[in-house]
Structures are given as structure tokens and as C-alpha cells.
């Protein structure tokens, strides 16, 4: 097994649309042991970062994106306020909507599935990641919810002349550490969202499936690792696209009423 660490190029954060937003980088490591060489394929975005070594064909794992550079962007796409992140979030799907509606011809449809699914995808980790961020940075309740509740932050330590730094400078590292989490990693988001916000996302086995398809999709143009083309069920785009409007839309809806309960206490 090879371990390292690699640097990952940052989202366009000027970009609009998850679509825009993805950065590209290609790297080669080799093996201590064997001597044998692996390439390294690394896509980020609004929605998150995969990893890709030699073309799909060997499994990896890896964790939160590593910047080369820590400066904040003042400008990050979580900044927009969740009800904005719903609008964008919804004109996505719109528009998924409306191309499936498109007469390809039989020859097509595949491609206009694979890529439609993965966009979809795409733009729900998006939401889920920006709306997460921005409600959580904006409330010192929520912060010191996510430090007592999250182990990445139980593991910190520092000396006692630190604190008054560290605590300055406190939502600097919760945004921070937030941007850098990837959020099609549903096992860690799930009990976050439930812990930090009080939304119990549910049953989404639906979309811990969509998550892996999207994979295929992103990486090998709609073909698994046996090299074999997915298969879509009939209408299984369209709905998963309703599924993933109305988790967000409740997501959206418990937000709403957390910031409302936030701003008359009494």
C-alpha cells in the first residue's frame, strides 16, 4: 500500500456553477517497495475533490483536500446566503430537468445520462457543503457545537498562550477546516448535519448509491471498474432529481427555522 500526501488545486471560487468551478492536477508517486509507478489524477470543486489513480484502475482512498495555500478567499461560493445556495441549487436541477426532455437519439441517451447524473450529484454536494458552512460560521452556538461534537477538533492541542489566538481566530479554522471536508463523504456529513444543525438527513441509502455511480460517471465516462457500461433505470434520473430537491429543500427548511429560533430566543 502507497501513502502520501498531494497537493490539491482549490475550486475556482469564482465560478457560478459546480460545473465551473472544477481544477484539475496530475502528479506521479512511486512505490518505495516495488518501484512501480502510479498516476496521480486530482479533480476539485464546489462539491468536493476526487481521486483517480492510473485511470480508475486502482483503488484508493484518500481524506479532506491538502491546499498548498492556507490564504482565505473572502469571495468563497459558501459565503452566499443558504436561501441563494437553494436558488442556484434549484436553476441546476431545472436545467438536468430540462435535457433530459432532449430527443438524442438511442445512441446518445448513455452520455446525456451519465453526464446529467453526474451534475446532479455534483450540485447536491455543493449545497450540502455551502449551506452547512455558511449557517455554522455564522453562529457561535453552531461552532461550539461542531468543536464538542466533531473528534478532528477533541485532538487539538495548544499551549495556554495560545488560547486567546486560537480562540481570535476561531472561525477562521471552522471555515478553514469545513471548506477543506469533502462532502460526498455522507458517513461523516450525516451525523455532522444531525449534531451541528438538529436536521436528521434520514434514509439516504438512495443516496450513498448515487454518490458511488457518480464516481463511475466522473471517472471512467459511465463504465465500472469491470470495464462493463452503467445502466440506468428508467426515469432514474428524473428521479433522482426529485429526491435530492426535496432532501435539500428540508434541509433548507430546518435552516430557516434554526436561524429564526437563533434571532428571537424568547
Not at 9 to 30: C, F, G, L, Q, T
Not at 46 to 73: E, H, K, L, M, Q
Not at 94 to 114: R, T, Y
Not at 213 to 218: A, G, L, S
Given at each position: 500500500?502507497v501513502?502520501?500526501?498531494?497537493?490539491?488545486?482549490?475550486?475556482?471560487?469564482?465560478?457560478e456553477?459546480n460545473?465551473?468551478?472544477h481544477?484539475?492536477?496530475?502528479?506521479s508517486?512511486?512505490?518505495?517497495e516495488?518501484?512501480?509507478?502510479?498516476?496521480?489524477s486530482?479533480?476539485n470543486?464546489?462539491?468536493?475533490a476526487?481521486v483517480s489513480?492510473n485511470g480508475?484502475?486502482v483503488?484508493?482512498?484518500f481524506?479532506?483536500p491538502?491546499y498548498?495555500?492556507?490564504?482565505?478567499d473572502?469571495?468563497?461560493?459558501?459565503?452566499?446566503?443558504p436561501?441563494?445556495?437553494?436558488?442556484?441549487?434549484?436553476?441546476?436541477?431545472?436545467s438536468?430537468?430540462?435535457?433530459?426532455k432532449?430527443?438524442?437519439g438511442?445512441?446518445n441517451?448513455f452520455?446525456?445520462n451519465?453526464m446529467?447524473?453526474g451534475?446532479?450529484v455534483?450540485?447536491?454536494e455543493?449545497?450540502l457543503?455551502?449551506?452547512?458552512?455558511?449557517t455554522?460560521v455564522?453562529?457561535e452556538?453552531?461552532?461550539?457545537r461542531?468543536l464538542e461534537?466533531?473528534?478532528?477538533?477533541?485532538?487539538?492541542k495548544?499551549?495556554?498562550?495560545q488560547?486567546?489566538e486560537?480562540?481570535?481566530?476561531?472561525k477562521?479554522?471552522?471555515?478553514?477546516?469545513?471548506?477543506k471536508?469533502?462532502f460526498h463523504?455522507?458517513k461523516?456529513i450525516?451525523?455532522m448535519?444531525k449534531?451541528?444543525?438538529g436536521?436528521?438527513?434520514g434514509?439516504?441509502?438512495?443516496?450513498?448509491k448515487?454518490v458511488s455511480?457518480?464516481?463511475?460517471?466522473?471517472h471512467?465516462a459511465g463504465y465500472?471498474k469491470?470495464?462493463?457500461?452503467?445502466?440506468?433505470?428508467?426515469?432514474e434520473v428524473a428521479?433522482l432529481?426529485?429526491?435530492?430537491?426535496?432532501?435539500c429543500?428540508?434541509?433548507m427548511?430546518?435552516?430557516?427555522?434554526l436561524e429564526?429560533?437563533q434571532?428571537?430566543p424568547f
Amino acid at each position: 500500500m502507497v501513502k502520501k500526501t498531494m497537493p490539491c488545486p482549490e475550486p475556482n471560487y469564482m465560478a457560478e456553477r459546480n460545473r465551473d468551478s472544477h481544477a484539475y492536477s496530475e502528479d506521479s508517486i512511486e512505490c518505495e517497495e516495488c518501484g512501480e509507478s502510479y498516476e496521480v489524477s486530482i479533480m476539485n470543486s464546489f462539491g468536493g475533490a476526487d481521486v483517480s489513480v492510473n485511470g480508475g484502475n486502482v483503488d484508493v482512498n484518500f481524506n479532506g483536500p491538502y491546499y498548498d495555500n492556507d490564504d482565505s478567499d473572502d469571495e468563497g461560493y459558501w459565503r452566499e446566503e443558504p436561501s441563494e445556495q437553494l436558488r442556484i441549487f434549484h436553476r441546476h436541477l431545472d436545467s438536468a430537468q430540462e435535457l433530459l426532455k432532449l430527443d438524442v437519439g438511442p445512441n446518445n441517451v448513455f452520455s446525456l445520462n451519465v453526464m446529467i447524473y453526474g451534475h446532479v450529484v455534483a450540485a447536491t454536494e455543493g449545497f450540502l457543503s455551502s449551506v452547512f458552512i455558511k449557517t455554522t460560521v455564522g453562529s457561535e452556538e453552531l461552532i461550539r457545537r461542531l468543536l464538542e461534537t466533531d473528534p478532528e477538533f477533541s485532538e487539538m492541542k495548544f499551549s495556554m498562550s495560545q488560547l486567546f489566538e486560537k480562540r481570535e481566530g476561531i472561525k477562521d479554522t471552522v471555515a478553514g477546516y469545513l471548506q477543506k471536508l469533502i462532502f460526498h463523504d455522507l458517513k461523516k456529513i450525516k451525523p455532522m448535519y444531525k449534531s451541528v444543525l438538529g436536521h436528521d438527513l434520514g434514509d439516504i441509502s438512495w443516496l450513498f448509491k448515487a454518490v458511488s455511480k457518480r464516481h463511475d460517471c466522473v471517472h471512467r465516462a459511465g463504465y465500472g471498474k469491470d470495464e462493463k457500461p452503467l445502466t440506468f433505470d428508467e426515469d432514474e434520473v428524473a428521479i433522482l432529481i426529485q429526491d435530492v430537491r426535496n432532501m435539500c429543500q428540508s434541509v433548507m427548511d430546518s435552516v430557516t427555522k434554526l436561524e429564526e429560533n437563533q434571532s428571537n430566543p424568547f
